[in-house]
């Protein structure tokens, strides 16, 4: 059973579209994270929910908007796809408290066309 | 403003050799320190950590050293093995929530 799952593993679009990204983990764990890897690899966080609840917010713009529905999931919602939208948008998840792993899903490449 | 640097892109390795890896960082507020794998087409998976009141810890063949005053740590592999090849991130973090604050990466290559 995948612990991290993310849907889709790719997504090509059209600048200007909206789309979203899900994930759903299966550990039981409290906080869930959405990351960024750039086309230097620079792998970044963008967003943290513990308990449904938005505690990291980075200099993200506010086309980017995650939806905790359930402790379980995190979704990523991007409106109006710009080009350097094109990354691989990772989640993970952790039980939350400082020390504890952090388990990535697999990635979700996005290419903006 | 790149708060933790891994500067070798890539390393190369032969089988049973050592492998160490090297990271630096910035802010001297971060106390918590990792290592992770990454396989092409997957997601990171965790491989070690340290906090900062120890300056080595170990787990197998892996080892991680911390030396706090030169705000610099490393990742050991002895022996190193061909399913070792991967890229490894460094990552950091500080304060009450687990923000990772990533390296960008070495590209470890072990040949037979």
């Known amino acids: 059973d995948t612990a991290v799952s993310q849907t889709p593993k790719y997504l090509v679009t059209q600048m200007g579209n909206d789309k979203s990204i899900k994930c759903e983990q299966n550990?039981?764990?409290?906080?869930m994270y959405w990351y960024k890897q750039d086309s230097k690899k620079f792998l970044k966080i963008m967003f943290s929910?513990?308990?449904?609840?938005?505690?990291i917010n980075e200099t993200v713009p506010n086309r980017f908007s995650p939806k905790s529905p359930d402790k379980a999931h995190l979704n990523l919602h991007i409106n109006s796809l710009e080009l350097g939208d094109s990354a691989v948008y990772f989640c993970?998840?952790?039980?939350?408290?400082?020390?504890?792993?952090?388990?990535f899903g697999p990635g979700t490449r996005l290419t903006v066309l | 403003d790149q708060q933790v640097k891994q500067n070798s892109p890539s390393l190369s390795v032969q089988e049973g050799r050592i492998s160490i890896l090297n990271c630096d960082y910035t802010n001297s507020m971060f106390d918590y320190f990792l290592w992770y794998k990454k396989y092409p087409a997957e997601g990171p998976t965790f491989l070690i950590s340290?906090?900062?009141?120890?300056d080595k810890n170990e787990d197998g063949r892996f080892t991680v050293f911390l030396n706090k005053s030169a705000k610099h740590l490393s990742l050991h592999i002895v022996p190193s093995q061909p399913g070792d090849s991967a890229v490894y991130f460094c990552a950091a973090s500080s304060g009450g929530f687990q923000k990772l604050v990533f390296g960008t990466g070495t590209r470890l290559l072990v040949s037979p």
């Open positions: 993970a998840s952790s039980q939350g408290s400082r020390t504890d792993t952090q388990y």
């Open positions: 340290i906090s900062s009141i120890k």
């Open positions: 929910y513990n308990n449904k609840e938005l505690i």
């Open positions: 550990l039981g764990h409290d906080t």
